[in-house]
């Protein structure tokens, strides 16, 4: 069985199911930033004219009733974390938090670059909900920092102080606590919560941290109500989502996609290859999916849980031809091992050894290092302060399950994934 | 009354492991010689003896208070990738 029906030579690959970039990706295909003008030429009038005189409680109720989830990866309600700072008043802090310090995601960067103003709608909608006293935006790469600040000088509408921040560049800075440290000066590491960021973040205030994917539908929900952002999706997981694919596909790149779209669809636009071996999905903290996962499932939580897997933050990786699934996956957990925070015993030294089991099972397909990571996965799971032991104990739990053809391969003494990588796996910066 | 539960702050705990010395009725080691700290609530005999083990930690790690343990809580929240 196959990942995804090969297109016939020629044949147009015209996506069967809207909107497909829309959305956030509607507009000129710019090379650059769209201009203020142009963004507001195409929604109609600012952001100001759109919330009118409406109070924070109305704004949160369209909120609500878009059903708007995170995506950043959590896919947590946005109304809900709203909420949570609302409750302590006004005064709060935003932080739009584009840092994206997966190495194979791409989407944030994309979206700060080409379309700032939609990113900067949702960032001032959500201060209004929250009469924030002080914004951040936060942005991997240069380029988007440029177009941020350019984006936040052609606009009248701006009531508070934004800062323009470039972000961390290790992988676990990006998470919450590890941003707002970094935010006051500090080092970008996680910290043990509670207290919440809700409730306790930038300076001791009540701070919402928020993906800046998540910001740019909220300006839109905002804008254009709730009723028209379910009219793409799943009814319990509506709107569409921005997707990063890379590996054995001829269009690597953004793409955005309806939530609940089938992953073959996905797949065949983008035009993978027919006899790739499996999909990582949800990025390095993610699953593999194989074939028959591929074939019948669809791209939301919902729709990926019979698998266990979840969409994360959009990133999918497809696994080419002769490449091996268990060496792949051993690279990546010892990436990420390399780059834990260093401060919790069970990730610190956990991880390391559960990257060497994995490459051991690599190679040799040894019963012992798989019982051995299993353990390990056990006993680690849950026991950081932040979440990056989880994600890494889930991808190895997933990398022995997803490739048994290959673990029997590997026993005897034989592999048949040789080809190079076409992961992205950066050489670890030191810790900020 | 609801119960009491104990945690450990992963980033204070270097492992002295006093803790699982003292209490190992609700805390044992893992591999790394880290404290795995048991998710239910402590029973009402072991107490007192958790009060001093808390008290006993050389790193300040160890807390006891009401909030249910987040391990216990597997089907809740799901690994979140750092740009969250």
């Known amino acids: 069985m196959t990942l995804v029906a090969p297109a016939a030579p020629g044949e147009l690959r015209v996506p069967r199911s809207g909107p497909w970039n829309q959305r956030l990706l509607a507009g000129p295909k710019l090379g650059g930033a769209e201009p203020l003008a142009d963004h507001v030429g195409r929604l109609g009038g600012g952001i100001t004219d759109w919330t009118g005189r409406a109070g924070h409680h109305q704004l949160l109720e369209r909120v609500r009733r878009s059903g708007l989830r995170g995506r950043g990866g959590g896919g947590f309600p946005t109304a809900e974390k709203l909420a949570a700072v609302r409750r302590h008043g006004p005064g709060s802090v935003v932080v739009a938090n584009g840092s994206e310090t997966e190495p194979a995601a791409g989407k944030d960067d994309l979206l700060l670059r080409l379309r700032p103003h939609l990113v900067l709608d949702g960032l001032l909608a959500a201060t209004r909900i929250l009469g924030a006293r002080q914004a951040f935006l936060v942005a991997h790469t240069a380029p988007a920092v440029a177009a ?285 | 009354m609801s119960g009491r539960y104990l945690h450990v702050d992963p980033t204070l705990c270097v492992g002295h492991r006093l803790c699982a010395e003292m209490l190992p009725e609700l805390i044992t080691l893992d591999d790394f010689g880290y404290p795995i700290i048991s998710a239910d609530p402590v029973p009402r005999h072991l107490g007192r003896l958790a009060r001093r083990t808390v008290g006993a930690c050389p790193a300040l790690a160890l807390v006891m208070d009401g909030n249910p343990s987040r391990r216990a809580r597997r089907d809740e929240p799901r690994p979140v990738p750092p740009s969250g």
């Open chain 1, 148 to 432: 941020v600040e350019a984006a936040l000088r052609e606009r009248p509408d701006v009531p508070i102080p934004v800062e323009v921040v470039r972000g961390p560049t290790n992988f676990v800075g990006g998470e919450e606590t590890a941003l707002i440290r970094w935010l006051e000066g500090g080092q970008a590491l996680p910290r043990y919560q509670p207290p919440r960021v809700v409730d306790r973040g930038w300076r001791g205030l009540p701070t919402l941290v928020q993906n800046v994917e998540t910001l740019a539908h909220l300006g839109l929900v905002v804008r254009l109500g709730p009723e028209w952002f379910r009219g793409a999706g799943v009814a319990d997981e509506p709107g569409t989502m921005l997707v990063t694919l890379s590996g054995a596909v001829e269009a690597p790149g953004v793409y955005e996609v309806p939530i609940g779209t089938p992953l073959p669809e996905v797949l065949y636009v983008a035009g993978a290859d027919p006899g790739a071996v499996a999909l990582l999905v949800g990025g390095y903290f993610g699953s593999w999916l194989r074939a028959p996962d591929v074939q019948r499932l669809t791209l939301s939580r919902s729709g990926l849980r019979p698998a266990g897997a979840t969409p994360g933050a959009g990133v999918l990786h497809l696994l080419p031809q002769g490449t091996c699934g268990l060496r792949e996956s051993g690279r990546i957990l010892a990436w990420l091992a390399a780059q834990g925070a260093r401060q919790c015993g069970p990730c610190a030294f956990g991880l390391p050894a559960m990257a060497s089991a994995l490459n051991e099972v690599a190679k040799t397909g040894s019963e012992a290092a798989l019982e051995q990571l299993e353990r390990w996965g056990d006993q680690i799971e849950g026991r950081g302060a932040c979440r990056h032991p989880d994600g890494a104990v889930n991808l190895a739990r997933s990398a022995a399950s997803a490739f048994p053809d290959e673990l029997r391969r590997h026993r005897s003494g034989a592999c048949g994934g040789y080809r190079p990588s076409l992961l992205s796996l950066p050489p670890a910066p030191d810790p900020q």
